[in-house]
């Protein structure tokens, strides 16, 4: 069974960072490029970042770009997401989804002073 | 970056009745190989998103055949052939053929009237 279990969310002030983690079981990790994708409350899903199989090709959104960095290790089957200079405006659950199909149960980030 | 369009953004429908939903995309989303990677995906109240349809039309495995999935170029459309309570949520369409971004629609959300 797939299984993806984000954690690192919480509360951050602005200006501050914070380190998403993303678990991930049940199939070949390193075979799949993986995404993260957000979701402000009571709005809408928001593509944020990805990275290809063996983490030498990244993208972002234009909203992110040079704040937030996306890795991955594939020996520990583990996706992560470097989120720097945070603003209000990122506060949301951020989900690690794998090949755009397999989603995990979402991690809140909330950016607040 | 390409703007994906959905109507009706509120979707009341009776249970045993079809539903059906409009997404389109400000160009046409057929790829360099042929293929056209337009997905679905449900969201349930409280849930994480789930993909219901990839490639316009292929559905996921465990996804009842109530959904389905049609369309070409730039105008797609999901139905339902016959609402089930189980089917209340938001519903979304994305756009994998131009990245970065993959960009998601609105979202129509799914109630029973």
């Known amino acids: 069974e797939v299984q993806l279990v984000e954690s690192g969310g919480g509360l951050v002030q602005p200006g501050g960072s914070l380190r998403l983690s993303c678990a991930a079981s049940g199939f070949t990790f390193s075979n799949n490029w993986v995404h993260w994708v957000r979701q402000a409350p009571g709005k809408g899903l928001v593509w944020v970042s990805r990275?290809?199989?063996?983490?030498?090709?990244?993208s972002y959104a234009d909203s992110v770009k040079g704040r937030f960095t996306i890795s991955r290790d594939n020996a520990k089957n583990t996706l992560y997401l470097q989120m720097n200079s945070l603003r209000a405006e990122d506060t949301a659950v951020y989900y690690c989804?794998?090949?755009?199909?397999?989603w995990g149960q979402g991690t809140l980030v909330t950016v607040s002073s | 970056d390409v703007v994906m369009t959905q109507s009706p953004l509120s979707l009341p429908v009776t249970l045993g009745q079809p539903a059906s939903i409009s997404c389109r995309s400000s160009?046409?989303?057929?790829?360099?190989?042929?293929?056209?990677?337009l997905n679905w995906f449900q969201q349930r109240p409280g849930q994480s998103p789930r993909r219901l349809i990839y490639e316009v039309s292929y559905r996921d495995s465990g996804v009842p055949d109530r959904f389905s999935g049609s369309g070409s170029g730039t105008d797609f459309t999901l139905k339902i052939s016959r609402v089930e309570a189980e089917d209340v949520g938001v519903y979304y369409c994305m756009q994998g053929t131009h990245w970065p971004p993959w960009t998601f629609g609105q979202g129509t959300k799914v109630e029973i009237k």
């Open positions: 160009q046409s989303l057929v790829y360099s190989d042929g293929n056209t990677y």
């Open positions: 989804v794998v090949s755009l199909h397999y």
């Open positions: 990275i290809n199989n063996d983490g030498s090709s990244t």
